[in-house]
């Protein structure tokens, strides 16, 4: 999984680049994004808005590239106690 970011940091991302940042995330997190989307529509329509708006998309890429399995991104991202929540809840169902 590679990651490109030239953007300045502090500005939102685009939809996209988003969008993409989320994906990677959740797959290292195992979850399936579809499933997510389908099952609990409004916790993801809300993460997805945060990641779109969100303001250091720039450490979240760098951690993601070095070492994606690095806690570090849990401090800084909006949506690291949903993530988190959703792996711990679909990890109780499965």
């Given at each position: 999984?590679?990651?490109h970011y030239d953007?300045?940091?502090?500005?939102?991302?685009?939809?996209?680049?988003?969008?993409?940042?989320?994906?990677?995330?959740?797959?290292?997190?195992?979850?399936?994004?579809?499933?997510?989307?389908?099952?609990?529509?409004?916790?993801?329509?809300?993460?997805?808005?945060?990641?779109?708006?969100?303001?250091?998309?720039?450490?979240?890429?760098?951690?993601?590239?070095?070492?994606?399995?690095?806690?570090?991104?849990?401090?800084?991202?909006?949506?690291?106690?949903?993530?988190?929540?959703?792996?711990?809840?679909?990890?109780?169902?499965?």
């Amino acid at each position: 999984m590679q990651i490109h970011y030239d953007r300045s940091a502090g500005k939102p991302t685009t939809s996209d680049e988003g969008e993409d940042l989320l994906q990677c995330r959740m797959t290292i997190l195992g979850l399936d994004s579809g499933a997510i989307e389908r099952d609990f529509r409004e916790a993801f329509d809300r993460i997805k808005r945060n990641c779109a708006s969100c303001s250091v998309r720039a450490p979240c890429a760098l951690d993601l590239k070095r070492d994606p399995t690095n806690l570090a991104w849990e401090a800084y991202c909006p949506n690291s106690g949903a993530l988190n929540a959703l792996v711990a809840l679909t990890e109780a169902i499965h």
